[in-house]
């Protein structure tokens, strides 16, 4: 998303051991976006549309010979012929690159994207904090985002990326129990001094602007919105969250009785009908 990665943040991210991805929007800058990524001896993951154009891309970055090691197909429905097409495409035009795709929501869009060369498939429509797809069209995972972790993990025979509906450093340790090799996070990375968002001061307090990719600020126009513009409570240094989301994925891992991210997967779970939070709040 925009307002969560640009260049400076993807190479620090690199340099530091972090997956990222570049979104899709700045369109040109992809191929020498992975140029110059490579050019550092970093690792180099873009993202990619299903539209005409985007194939122009992939043939471009093969006769360049600039070959990205990791490609995600970004759009809302990701269980689409367009989607499967394009995984094909990449898989046949750049067979070294890894492919995400998505994004899902079933079973059933997790297998199809598996069976068309898919490497990794990403789920989650409309949990997220910029999302408004589920009051717009009554559709998506927005609500039982875990559910649907769990139920596309069963399905999965390769990794599955949880995505969106990430709002406490607790919930990528849910998103593993249930089956999540990563997790995809916007709202909770976008109050950083490296984020790209815009800084807003109000009544002293300072916030970044964080907005959907699907949102009106992102499409310059009023089509198709099924995303919004928010603040967040500004940050300070994304180093210090990243530490302490590890600290508290290891912490996690030590309830869960294990010293590996897998030993939360064995742990046992019970489902409380109505909020835990109980009026806490950190
Ligand atoms: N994870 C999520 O829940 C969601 C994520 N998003 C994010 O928003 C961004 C834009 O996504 P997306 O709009 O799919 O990307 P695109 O604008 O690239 O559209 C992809 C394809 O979907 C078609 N399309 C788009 N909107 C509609 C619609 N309302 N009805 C029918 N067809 C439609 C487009 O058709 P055409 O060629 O006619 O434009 C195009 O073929 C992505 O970054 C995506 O991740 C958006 C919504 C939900
Ligand atoms: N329905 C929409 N979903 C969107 C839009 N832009 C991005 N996204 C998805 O949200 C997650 C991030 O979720 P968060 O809870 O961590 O903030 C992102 O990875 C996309 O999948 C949008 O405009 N509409």
Partial sequence: ?????????????????????MHRFNEEERLPFVKRMHRKNLFASISVGVKPKEYKLIDDLAAERALPEYITIDIAHGHADTVIEMIKYIKKNLPGTFVIAGNVGTPEGVRELENAGADATKVGIGPGKACITKLKTGFGTGGWQLAAVRLCGKAASKPIIADGGIRHNGDIAKSV??????????????????????????????????????????????????????????????????????????????????????????????????????GDNI
């Avoid at 310059?220 to 600290?247: C, D, F």
């Avoid at 996690?252 to 779970?269: C, F, N, P, Q």
């Fill in 1 to 21: 998303m925009q307002t969560i990665i640009d260049e400076p943040l993807a190479v620090w991210l690199a340099q530091n051991g972090y997956f990222y991805i």
């Fill in 177 to 278: 129990r249930f089956g999540a090799s990563m997790c995809m996070i916007g709202s909770l990375f976008a109050g950083h001094q490296e984020s790209p968002g815009e800084i807003i001061e109000e009544d002293g307090k300072k916030y970044k602007t964080y907005f959907g990719s699907a949102s009106q600020y992102q499409k310059g126009q009023y089509k198709n919105v099924e995303g919004k513009k928010l603040l967040v409570p500004y940050r300070g240094s994304i180093a210090h969250t990243l530490r302490e989301m590890h600290e508290d994925l290891q912490s996690s891992i030590s309830y869960a009785g294990g010293r590996e991210l897998t030993a939360l997967r064995k742990v046992d779970y019970v489902i409380v009908k109505n909020s835990i939070f109980n």
